[in-house]
């Protein structure tokens, strides 16, 4: 299945959590949703950001009493364990696989081919949504990389609340490419007023040389 499109309503789902316990997407409408979805439970990356989004659910609340819920094709006692090793409190959602596929995850276009030392495998790729109150995808976050994202998703999600749009890694990029490629111009602007200001100061002295070479000689200077 594709990705979500920003402005495209989220697709509807069911799945238990940590506890067991059934949550859908419903019982998050009225306020904003951050959804995201990673591979696998306890992995160096996806410890770091369960912990990122659990030390900034109080920041999260308080912008508009968002929520933070994470998605991976682990079970509900994987998710458990893992909850517990590591003193998670940001909702854990278990989309067990159906004929090796877990489902919210395919619908959200996040299951897919992956390769890793040149081997192919079907898997999640970090993929983060945001949501409205209404249940619709505002922005979304692909490849996600993992320092830094639940701050840049907070500044998101407070742009959003705010009424001011938020940048967007493309716009961020773009910025600063134009900031590089303004160096060189910049460069080249100076090197060009220096060989003008140069070009005149050559021209000045030559015509002061030119000049003193016309120049009458005196009449005692003839009569010699």
Known sequence: MPLIE?????PSFELPDASAKPRRLADFAGAP?????????????????????????????KIANATVVGVSPDSVASHAKFAAKHNLTVTLLADTPVNDVPPVCDAFGVWGEKSMYGKAYMGVTRTTYL??????????WDKVKV????????????????GQ???????????VKSTK?????????????KTTKNTKAATKSNAKRAASKTKPKSASARRR
């Open 181 to 193: 490629s303004a160096k060189p111009a910049a460069k080249k602007t100076a090197k060009a007023k």
């Open 165 to 175: 749009p938020a940048a967007t890694a493309a716009t961020m990029s773009a910025a």
């Open 131 to 140: 949501i409205d109150g209404q249940g619709r995808v505002v922005r979304r």
């Open 33 to 61: 949703l951050v959804l995201y979805f990673y591979p696998k439970d306890d992995t160096s990356g996806c410890t770091q950001q369960a912990c990122d989004f659990t030390n900034a659910l109080a920041d999260f609340a």
């Open 6 to 10: 920003p402005g495209s309503p989220a």
């Open 147 to 162: 320092p830094g994202h639940a701050a840049e998703v907070q500044a998101a999600l407070a742009a959003l609340v705010g």
